[in-house]
C-alpha cells in the first residue's frame, strides 16, 4: 500500500463526496471542447465550401474606353481599342507566388450570335472549370461534352421555345441542345453556352477570351495579395477582387472564434472556484480523518500528497470523458450552425489539451485547500482523542 | 532505563478571556515495559498530557525527553517522523478510516515507508492475526462490531513495532465483557515487552495494569 491507494480508495468507495466536483469539471471542459471543436469545423468547412461561394476575382482586357462589366454583359465586341486576353494568360495565372491557394480558373468568351433570328449572348467555357465555380447550378439534361453540344439558359428556352435534345443554329452552325440550366434569375438565364474552343472558331476570334473567373482563397493572405500578383504576370489585363460573401462568412468566423475564447476563459474560472470549493469543503468534512495521519505520522506533504492526487485523479477523469462528451456534442452542433462538410473526429491532441486544463485547473485550485489541511492542529481534529 | 522523562510539563488553554492550565506542572518517569493506566475524573488533564506524551501538541512549558529525545526541541516535521517511528495511537472511538479495508486501515503507517509491497501485507496479516482478526482483513470497518474495531485500532497501532503505545480510554465505548477481553489483549502485549501508558477511567482496568497515575486538576494526586 502506498499514499495513492489512500487516495484512490478515498475517492473509489465514497463516489458521491466527489460527484459536484467531478460534474462540474466535466461540463466546464465539455462546453470548452464543444467551442474548440466548433471554431476548428467552422474554419475546416468554409476550406471546403469555397468553390460553392463562386469567383471573388474577375479577370477583364484593359481598356481606356468602358468598363467592362460582366453583369450588365454588354460587354465584348462593342469594345475596340482593346488587347484581348489569350489563352496563354491562363498560364501565367498559375506562376504567381500564392498559386497554391488558387482553386479554379474559369476563362469565357463572349459573343452575341444569332438564333432562329434572334440575338443572343453566346458564351464559350471550359464546361469542367465552369461547373466546378457555379456549384448552384442545376441542369436538366447532361452537361455537353461535344464541341458541337450546347447548354442553354431558362429564358433563351422560354424565349425561342426550344426543347432538350433540339438541334439549333447558330450563326447557321448546328448544335444540339445537351442541357438546360433551371431559372436561376440571374444573367445566367439569358446565356448559350458551348466549349470555348468551339466558339474561338466559330466566331474566328483565334485564342482570344474575353475574361476570367478565378475563385482563390487564402486564409493568412488578403485576397488582394493575390489580386497584385496577378497584375503583375498580367500587366494588359485589369484585375480586381470581387466583393463576396465568403468574406463576410470569414470575418463572422473569426468573431465566433474570439467570443469563444472569451466564454472559454470564463467558464475555467467558475470551474476553478467550483474546484475550490467542493475542495474546501471536503477538507472541513475531513477533518478527523487528517488528524489521524497526522497522529500516525504523517508530515505535511503527506497530506497535500494525498489530497493533490485526489484532484489529479477527477480532473484527469473529467479531462477524458469530458473530451468525449464535447466530441458527441459538437457532432449534433455543428451541423446546426450549417458546418456541415466536416466529420468531427477524435483528434489526439485535443484530448491532451482537454487532460491538461483539467488537471491544470484540478489542481491548482485544490492547492490551497491541501496547504490548508496539512496545516490543521491534530489534536483539534482528534477532539474525542 | 527510563524510555520517558517529563519534566514540569504545562499546558494552557484559553477559553473566552479566561486561561485554564489543562496540564499544571507534571513531573514523571517511564520505564521501559511499564503498562501506566492514567485516571482522574473528566476534565482532570489526562487527554491532554497523552497528546503531549505523543508529541501532537506543544506545551507551554517544561520537556518530553523520549528515547533521549526532546521531542518539543524538533520541527513540526521532524515530530511527523518521531511519531511515526515511536509512537502507537489507540483512540477511544477507534478512528479507523471507513474508504479503507480491515488490511489497509492496519497498513496506514507503513503507506509512507519504502517497504515492499509484500512486507507490508505479511507485516499487517502477522498483526490482525496477533489480535485475533486473521479471517476479517477484507472487510470494511463498518462491517464489525466496537470490540472487533478497537481491535483493528491496536494493530494498526503497533504494526510499526513502535516503543511506545498511547491509548485514551480504549475501552470506552465497549462493553464489559468486550471491555476485558481488551484488556487482556493489552497486559498480553505488555507481558511480551510493550510499554503501554492508558488512559481510563474504569476502575477494574486498573487489575491489568502495572503503575497507576492519578490526576486532579492537571496535577499528579498519586503515583
Ligand atoms: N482544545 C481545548 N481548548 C480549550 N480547552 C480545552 C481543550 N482541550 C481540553 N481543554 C480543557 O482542558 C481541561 C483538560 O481536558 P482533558 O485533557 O480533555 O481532560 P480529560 O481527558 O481528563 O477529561 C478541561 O478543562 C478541558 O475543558
Ligand atoms: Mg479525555
Redesign the pocket.
Known amino acids: 500500500m502506498k499514499l495513492y491507494n489512500i487516495s484512490l480508495n478515498s475517492l473509489w468507495r465514497r463516489k458521491a463526496r466527489m460527484l459536484f466536483l467531478l460534474v462540474g469539471l466535466l461540463i466546464a471542459i465539455s462546453t470548452v471542447i464543444i467551442l474548440l471543436n466548433i471554431t476548428q469545423t467552422m474554419n475546416n468547412d468554409i476550406a471546403n465550401k469555397l468553390d460553392e461561394f463562386g469567383a471573388n476575382i474577375l479577370i477583364v482586357p484593359q481598356s481606356d474606353e468602358l468598363s467592362l462589366s460582366y453583369g450588365g454583359m454588354s460587354v465584348s465586341g462593342v469594345a475596340f481599342d482593346v488587347k484581348p486576353l489569350q489563352e496563354s494568360d491562363i498560364l501565367k495565372i498559375g506562376k504567381i507566388k500564392n498559386k497554391d491557394n488558387i482553386k479554379i480558373i474559369s476563362p469565357k468568351l463572349l459573343n452575341v450570335a444569332e438564333i432562329q433570328q434572334k440575338k443572343v449572348m453566346v458564351v464559350g467555357v471550359d464546361f469542367e472549370q465552369e461547373l466546378a465555380l457555379k456549384k448552384w447550378w442545376i441542369i436538366i439534361g447532361a452537361t455537353p461534352k461535344e464541341k458541337d453540344e450546347a447548354l442553354i439558359g431558362a429564358d433563351v428556352k422560354k424565349k425561342l421555345n426550344l426543347s432538350l435534345g433540339q438541334a439549333i443554329l447558330i450563326n447557321g452552325v448546328p448544335f444540339k441542345i445537351k442541357g438546360i440550366l433551371e431559372e436561376n434569375g440571374s444573367q445566367d438565364d439569358q446565356l448559350v453556352l458551348i466549349d470555348l474552343g468551339r466558339a474561338q472558331q466559330l466566331f474566328n476570334k483565334g485564342s482570344e477570351i474575353s475574361l476570367i473567373e478565378v475563385a482563390a482563397l487564402c486564409y493568412d493572405c488578403p485576397i488582394e495579395d493575390i489580386v497584385a500578383q496577378t497584375s503583375e504576370q498580367l500587366p494588359g489585363a485589369k484585375v480586381t477582387a470581387i466583393q463576396q460573401t465568403i468574406k463576410t462568412k470569414m470575418k463572422s468566423i473569426a468573431q465566433f472564434e474570439q467570443f469563444s475564447i472569451g466564454v472559454s476563459i470564463v467558464i475555467l474560472l467558475v470551474a476553478g472556484l467550483i474546484v475550490f470549493t467542493s475542495m474546501s469543503a471536503s477538507v472541513n468534512e475531513r477533518k478527523k480523518e487528517i488528524g489521524i495521519f497526522r497522529a500516525i505520522g504523517y508530515r505535511q506533504s503527506h497530506i497535500i500528497q494525498i489530497i493533490l492526487q485526489e484532484a489529479f485523479l477527477i480532473s484527469s477523469v473529467a479531462g477524458i470523458i469530458g473530451y468525449f462528451l464535447g466530441w458527441v456534442v459538437s457532432i449534433y452542433v455543428a451541423p446546426m450552425i450549417g458546418a456541415d462538410s466536416v466529420a468531427i473526429s477524435i483528434n489526439i491532441n485535443m484530448i491532451s489539451i482537454s487532460l491538461m486544463i483539467s488537471i491544470i485547473i484540478g489542481m491548482s485550485a485544490s492547492l490551497y485547500p491541501s496547504i490548508k489541511a496539512s496545516r490543521l492542529d491534530p489534536?483539534?481534529a482528534l477532539q474525542s482523542l | 532505563m527510563n524510555l520517558i522523562q517529563i519534566n514540569e510539563l504545562v499546558k494552557t488553554?484559553q477559553?473566552g478571556h479566561e486561561k485554564?492550565n489543562?496540564v499544571d506542572g507534571i513531573s514523571l518517569d517511564i520505564e521501559l515495559g511499564e503498562f501506566v493506566a492514567v485516571t482522574?475524573s473528566?476534565?482532570?488533564?489526562?487527554?491532554?498530557l497523552l497528546t503531549m506524551l505523543g508529541g501532537l501538541s506543544h506545551p507551554a512549558e517544561g520537556t518530553v525527553v523520549i528515547d533521549e529525545i526532546d521531542i518539543y526541541g524538533l520541527s513540526k516535521e521532524q515530530r511527523a517522523d518521531f511519531r511515526k517511528e515511536y509512537v502507537g495511537f489507540v483512540f477511544q472511538s477507534f478512528h479507523l478510516l471507513p474508504y479503507l479495508t480491515v488490511q489497509e486501515n492496519v497498513m496506514i503507517p507503513l503507506a509512507i515507508s519504502n517497504l515492499s509491497q509484500s512486507d507490508k501485507n505479511e507485516m499487517a496479516t502477522r498483526m490482525l492475526e496477533k489480535v485475533g482478526l486473521k479471517g476479517k482483513a477484507n472487510r470494511l470497518p463498518n462491517e464489525l462490531s466496537g470490540g472487533e474495531q478497537e481491535r483493528v485500532a491496536i494493530a494498526r497501532a503497533l504494526v510499526n513495532e513502535p516503543p511506545l503505545i498511547l491509548a485514551d480510554e480504549p475501552t470506552g465505548n465497549l462493553d464489559t465483557a468486550t471491555s476485558n477481553v481488551i484488556m487482556q489483549l493489552f497486559k498480553q502485549l505488555n507481558e511480551e515487552g510493550q510499554t503501554i501508558v492508558m488512559?481510563t477511567h474504569d476502575e477494574q482496568n486498573l487489575e491489568f495494569t502495572t503503575r497507576n497515575i492519578q490526576?486532579k486538576d492537571g496535577r499528579l494526586l498519586k503515583n
Do not use: N, P
Request: proline letters at 0%; glycine letters at 18%.
Open positions: 489534536t483539534v | 488553554y477559553t485554564v489543562a482522574g473528566s476534565g482532570s488533564g489526562k487527554s491532554t488512559v490526576l
